[in-house]
């Protein structure tokens, strides 16, 4: 059994103001969907708040005190993040989600003005795992250049086949797109392993860190992609925030994905040159309360410790995958094992349809994510119409996982199955 160091669950959800609330009749709430979207400690929501209370101005546009305030609360926000990933803050970009950066990085790659773009028989490397954020903005960048897409498939057990990957990864592929952590499995594919073999054919890395630099410490600089993104949403931050992170020799290369005020250095009638970085990636009035709500969320995790959030979310997933398998009729879709997977964890009951199971769940005050998890190549590949997900976070104690085996019994009892 992992063991967590002394970490107070029960003192955590008291930061988090809406575990005070009743749902469902008088039923605790009993939140399992932190891999949808996290909740949010007072300390984010007050830094929200504060900026639109004593700060509010456009940032990098306009001489008045306010503006040059929230310019500095939004460029401190851009070092916070910098800091949380050991990155510089010239390659930080902040977006609206971790679906932005994508697109974005996506788009920029297939401007033939880039100094680094793709060309009709390219290729581009994904897996049969990635969220769709991961996947759609490749198969149309594919579309557009005449690139090739081609992935890694699925094993029975949740990871990567690996089999053939040295021919799969070859000098033709420009880019190597994969998630940190599957958000239906929980798997943690082999990325240092992958990153390798991209290296050794000139593919710039492209990491999908949405559902690991909420869970475990994330250092650009040691992992040596080429890109990570991710959402402020998922990392107890607010919505309407992301990054964008990318080498600076990468972020010089290529041209904007959005342009607008404030990223450029010239304009005429006919022609525009662009800003220094980061600014040249952010065009219009940024999201700076949102940034610097992030920044807020980043200062908690940091409070609590990346590390003892990891060994906390890990004994939980481990309490729930011991205790799940005593159960009939119940299975765990992807690794079972503690190696190489996070706290994501999905499961069927035989018998149920996984949208039912999630409504029986929510009487209880249980909120799990039932459905497809935006991935429907993997569950086609799974043979499954959708899976119910557990997803762990910091604020979450032994008693939600007691609870909801608990309600997992009492959906098989309701449909008499199991
Ligand atoms: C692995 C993964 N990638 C990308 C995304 C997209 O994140 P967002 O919707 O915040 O842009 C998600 C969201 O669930 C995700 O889990």
């Known amino acids: 059994m992992l063991k967590a160091p002394a970490f107070d669950p029960e003192l955590i959800k008291s930061d988090f103001p809406i575990f005070n609330r009743k749902v469902r009749g008088n039923n605790r709430l009993i939140y399992l969907d932190s891999a949808a979207t996290s909740q949010k400690p007072k300390s984010v929501i007050a830094a929200e708040a504060k900026f639109y209370e004593l700060m509010n101005g456009a940032a990098n546009r306009g001489a008045h005190l306010l503006a040059e305030e929230a310019s500095l609360a939004y460029e401190q926000a851009r070092e916070r993040v910098a800091k949380f990933i050991n990155a510089k803050s010239q390659e930080v970009i902040f977006t609206k989600s971790a679906t932005e950066s994508l697109n974005g990085l996506a788009y920029s790659l297939g401007n033939p003005d880039s100094k680094i773009h793709l060309n009709a028989g390219d290729e581009i490397v994904v897996s049969e795992m990635e969220h769709h954020a991961n996947l759609i903005p490749w198969q149309q960048l594919a579309k557009r250049t005449g690139a090739k897409l081609r992935w890694i498939e699925v094993d029975k057990t949740g990871e990567l086949n690996l089999d053939g990957i040295d021919k799969l990864i070859n000098s033709k592929t420009k880019v190597v797109a994969l998630t940190h952590q599957s958000n239906v499995l929980g798997t943690i594919p082999p990325i240092e392993k992958l990153n390798k073999i991209a290296k050794a054919n000139g593919t710039l890395f492209i990491l999908d860190a949405c559902q690991s630099a909420p869970h475990f410490p994330i250092d650009v600089q040691k992992l040596d992609v080429d890109a990570i993104v991710f959402s402020g949403h998922k990392i107890f931050g607010p919505t309407g925030i992301g990054v964008l992170w990318a080498k600076e020799e990468l972020l010089e290369k290529l041209e904007p994905f959005i342009f607008g005020g404030s990223m450029i250095d010239d304009v005429s009638m006919d022609k525009a040159t662009w800003a220094q970085l980061p600014r040249k990636f952010e065009a219009g009035v940024p999201n700076m309360a949102q940034a610097v709500g992030l920044a807020a969320a980043l200062d908690y995790v940091d409070q609590l410790g990346m590390q003892n959030i990891e060994a906390h979310e890990l004994s939980l997933t481990e309490q729930f995958l011991s205790e799940v398998s ?7 879709v992807g690794p079972t094992e503690m190696k190489s997977r996070g706290s994501v964890v999905s499961f069927t009951i035989s018998g149920i349809h996984p949208h039912d199971a999630g409504q029986v769940l929510d009487q209880y005050g249980i909120a799990v994510r039932t459905g497809h998890h935006c991935a429907w190549p993997l569950m ?18 032994k008693q939600d996982i007691d609870d909801l085996i608990k309600g997992i019994i009492s959906v098989q009892e309701y449909f008499r199955v199991g």
């Not at 005593?326 to 765990?332: D, G, K, P, W, Y």
């Open 326 to 332: 005593h159960l009939n009729e119940v299975s765990v």
């Open 380 to 397: 086609r590949k799974l043979n499954l119409v959708g899976t119910v997900r557990a997803s762990f976070a910091a604020y979450n104690t």
